[in-house]
């Protein structure tokens, strides 16, 4: 998986404001959120949805980093929500743009 996620990585639209070594520490937190709590992903068409068990702190990381991804990456719309005992990331696509959720689903094995 971590080629996987190595291409991606690399291939993050121009969008993005994160730099390299900022990049590489978001990188890791989603990386630490997922060792913790390891999500559930679902890829349909522009849409993402990744699903996580709440776990102590689980939560508090995935608003934060929702919140500083809606900062860099403001071409896909990023919320959190609890469906029945899950925490939800939806990720959304520009309908212009559906191709920008590649990288970000092959991230989370949703490819």
């Known amino acids: 998986m971590d080629a996987a996620r190595d291409a991606a990585q690399a291939e993050l639209p121009l969008a993005c404001t994160l730099g390299p ?9 989603w990386q630490v959120l997922a060792e913790k709590s390891p999500p559930e992903a679902q890829r349909s068409g522009r849409r993402l949805e990744v699903r996580w068990q709440p776990q102590a702190g689980v939560q508090d990381e995935l608003e934060a980093l929702a919140a500083a991804e809606r900062k860099c990456c403001s071409f896909l719309s990023w919320s959190v929500s609890s469906d029945g005992a899950d925490l939800v990331l939806h990720i959304v696509a520009d309908e212009n743009s559906p ?7 092959a991230l989370f094995g949703a490819g």
Do not use: M, V
């Open 99 to 105: 191709g920008d959720l590649a990288p970000i689903a």
């Open 21 to 29: 070594d900022d990049g590489a520490a978001r990188l890791r937190r």
